[in-house]
């Protein structure tokens, strides 16, 4: 019963590659669907895992060609000063 166990875990593995493969060379407008359904389902199965009833909050998206540190070290208000 060992050897199906050990099996299995190779299965789950070869899936999980395959996913990862499918996010890195997959069209993207696929992809960016399908990461939006697991995005929900993680954040409902967080919910019932913590127990809260409010929702958790989202990440704002992420502006094409801009960086954090940039955008931080900046700040808002420094360019129109």
């Known amino acids: ?18 996913i990862l493969a499918f996010f890195e060379s997959g069209p993207l407008d696929k992809a960016e669907v399908l990461f939006n359904i697991i995005e929900q389902k993680m954040r409902e199965r967080l919910r ?23 955008g931080a070290a900046a700040g808002p208000s420094s360019e129109h000063a």
């Open 1 to 18: 019963m060992k050897g199906k166990d050990n099996d299995m875990g190779k299965l789950v593995v070869a899936n999980e590659v395959h």
């Open 48 to 70: 019932r895992t913590n127990g809260d009833d409010a929702p958790t909050p989202r990440a704002s998206p992420k502006k094409r060609g801009t960086t954090t540190e940039a």
